[in-house]
């Protein structure tokens, strides 16, 4: 695996190889990236990796200096995995000087949920994103670039960025990696304690219920929502949002739609000091 950290050295490991497949990622990597790299190995010539830790997107509160920095492992793992090129850039590679000009998405799309609870993170995102593209496609003439299903808002606004921009790559999205309870996989899970570990069963445990009571037609859907917050409540943690939406733009379903068009029910929730999201496609 050839390591670069500029974009100029990464523009120069790219001649002649093809179309990239690209997995943009902040490294403490698990088995849910390294499936991602496995669905970019299949859709492109020379597969490409980004580990960085992206400051725009962290709120002041957050979490930005004690993400977890895995260098190593990282890049044993993404050798194994079988990437070709790993771009690793510096912050100053990135951001040589402060990024003033930045991306706004649709408010429509990015205000909400993730948005609502973490203002300015899909500017932060979006940001990133363009630059990582730029890096990696804009001398290979577009390629494809894979994201998880399970930063699910994420991938659609970034879906929606491509559309808009008229980008020239194809994104793929990879379903969402588990561990044999639920629990989606997710680099903040490090910060779980071993009994919290198990407690986070309870959050894909709560969104596959309130998906079943949604379609079921039960109660008005605002009220089962209700209850899905009250019960995580009760388990100890501090929801900031379980809720079904409709796949095509994460708007709130008509009482129609509920009963068949795709949904998806999206949770976040804080349990102790750490934040995790999760989705359900039904
Ligand atoms: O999903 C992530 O890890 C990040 O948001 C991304 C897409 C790498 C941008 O920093």
Known sequence: MHIVHSIAELRTALAQRGRPAFVPTMGNLHAGHLSLVQLARQHGDVTVASIFVNRLQFLPHEDFDSYPRTWGADCSQLQAAGCDILFAPREADLYPEAQTFKLHPDPALADMLEGHFRPGFFTGVCTVVLKL???VFATTGGGVAVFGKKDYQQLMVIERMVQQFALPITIIAGETARVAGGLALSSRNGYLSAMELEQAMAL????????????????????????????????????DYLTVRQRCDLQIPSAAALQQAPLVALGAARLGNTRLIDNLEF
């Open 204 to 239: 894909s445990q709560a969104l596959r219920q309130l998906a079943h009571a949604a379609r079921s037609g039960s109660m008005p859907l605002a009220d089962l929502e209700t209850q899905a917050l009250d019960q995580l409540r009760a388990l100890g943690w501090a929801p």
């Open 133 to 135: 593209f730029s890096a």
